[in-house]
């Protein structure tokens, strides 16, 4: 047990605990084993700008699972992944103006470099030298996390723990991507995929007068997307009955990109929200992106995005769908985000033993 000083006030605050349970991943490889082990670990003391959150809930996230399967390369091993984090602050450095005790928010983006022309600009979410959350620093598959103060968002209260979690990246990611195809209010808008970050992107069109127009396998996410208020759903080669205005693609298929850009009116845009895409295979130009209809890609997000986000998910009641596993079956939960058996998103709730 170590005092952590307050940098803010010179008060010494509560004594700490400075362990976690968290669930490692050593060697990336196939899900369908067990990747991540459960171990207790030491935590570093903080440095000038962290804070050490006791986590209440973590989401789970596709780009989780890429990581934990080796589809995206390793930054750091053994890692932790998780990047849709609830907590409290428990801890602070020096420089922290978050109050303890209070209930924050992470996301993907754990930290830039603040100095890059694309911070600058205003473009973070292009930053040269990003720090991601469970993927360059260990993430929120724990007990406790350390994360920079900066990028940690104080959550409304209308968002509860479990609720909250899967907010913040697929559904601020999501927000991203709507703002990636640049919908206008009242817009059709077609969603291809009908995962975590689809059925959350659907409330703020519907909040903003869009008709949706969902295209996805799986009957199950047909019937969940149309009990959502759908105002068409189909199968992903479908062509939905008018021309859409934007659509965003949310399956790593090339396929799926070439089917929605087939379903633009000209001058639209077609938004991919991947981190990682098959490839995009070989199409008609004269037919398909003749029209100045564009295909854009959606990176990461801005802290812009989640405060704006979150705001507009409270006043609105977003209340996503979750099904939630103890931090014992993570290995279940990456597994059921593997399968896409789930409606909606996966949460790991953390019990109260740290
Ligand atoms: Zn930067
Ligand atoms: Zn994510």
Redesign the pocket.
């Known amino acids: 047990m170590s005092a952590a000083v307050s940098g803010n006030t010179g008060i010494m605050e509560t004594p700490i605990a400075t362990t976690t349970h968290a669930a490692v991943l050593h060697a990336p490889g196939a899900s369908t084993g067990d990747r991540l082990t459960i171990e207790k670990r030491s935590l570093p003391p903080l440095r000038a700008g962290e804070v050490l959150i006791a986590v209440r809930a973590c989401g789970v996230c596709r780009t989780d699972l890429q990581i934990v399967e080796g589809a995206l390369p390793p930054h750091r091993s053994p890692v932790v992944p998780g990047h849709q984090i609830v907590g409290t602050v428990e801890a602070r450095g020096s420089g922290v103006n978050l109050a303890l005790g209070a209930r924050v928010g992470v996301s993907w983006l754990g930290g830039?470099?603040?100095?890059?022309r694309?911070?600058h600009e205003g473009r973070?979410n292009l930053?040269?030298?990003p720090q991601f959350t469970g993927y360059d620093v260990d993430g929120g598959y724990a007990t406790r996390a350390i994360v920079r103060a900066d990028f940690a968002y104080p959550l409304p209260d209308e968002l509860d723990d479990v609720h909250a979690a899967p907010l913040l990246c697929a559904g601020v990611i999501g927000f991203h991507a709507l703002r990636t195809a640049s919908v206008q209010p009242g817009e059709r808008v077609g969603l291809y995929g009908f995962g975590a970050s689809a059925h959350l992107a659907l409330p703020v069109l519907a909040h903003w007068g869009c008709p949706v127009y969902v295209a996805t396998r799986g009957e199950n996410h047909r019937a969940f997307a149309k009990q959502l208020g759908a105002a068409w759903v189909g199968g992903e080669a479908e062509r939905p009955p008018e021309a859409l205005d934007r659509a965003i693609t949310f399956a790593p298929s090339g396929d799926v990109v070439i089917a929605a850009l087939g379903a633009l009116r000209k001058g639209g845009v077609v938004a991919i929200n991947a981190i990682h895409l098959d490839r995009i295979p070989q199409f008609d130009y004269d037919s398909l992106l003749w029209g100045e209809r564009e295909i854009r890609s959606v990176a990461n997000m801005t802290r812009d995005d989640a405060r704006t986000f979150l705001a507009l998910a409270a006043t609105i009641g977003i209340r996503p769908e979750a099904t939630v596993f103890p931090l014992a079956r993570v290995n279940d939960a990456l597994r059921a985000v593997k399968d896409d058996s789930l409606n909606g998103a996966a949460v790991i709730a953390m019990d109260l033993a740290r």
């Open positions: 830039t470099d603040g100095t890059c694309f911070c973070e930053c040269d030298a």
